[in-house]
């Protein structure tokens, strides 16, 4: 079973920076791509960022675009998002998830980590 296990949360002030790292573990496929979810008090999960093994990237919006950035390490089956310029909206719980590149969605999930970002 594919185990996934995020890290680097925790309380910043506005305009702070934080690196999150999700480590993926008992792979047993190559060709995947891992991803950056979030969800806020009250709101849905939405997707920040993904990353493919090939180091191919996309991100939700121009603003996560300009302040984050998604990377990885394929030795460690190890993705990191980098976050610049923290915004109290920026406030959620962020998950790290993994699929096979072919898949129409994410079949692996972390449990979590809290990201707060105070005014």
């Known amino acids: 079973q594919v185990q996934v296990v995020e890290s680097g949360g925790g309380l910043v002030q506005a305009g702070g920076s934080l690196r999150l790292s999700c480590a993926a573990s008992r792979l047993t496929f190559t060709n995947y791509v891992m991803g950056w979810f979030r969800q806020a008090p009250g709101k849905d999960r939405e997707f920040v960022a993904s990353i493919r093994w090939s180091g191919s990237t996309a991100y939700s919006s121009d603003s996560v675009k300009d302040r984050f950035t998604i990377s990885r390490d394929n030795a460690k089956n190890t993705v990191y998002l980098q976050m610049n310029s923290l915004k109290p909206e920026d406030t959620a719980v962020y998950y790290c998830?993994?699929?096979?590149?072919?898949?129409?969605?994410?079949?692996?999930w972390g449990q979590g980590t809290q990201v707060t970002v105070s005014p």
């Open positions: 998830a993994v699929k096979r590149y072919t898949a129409t969605r994410y079949d692996y």
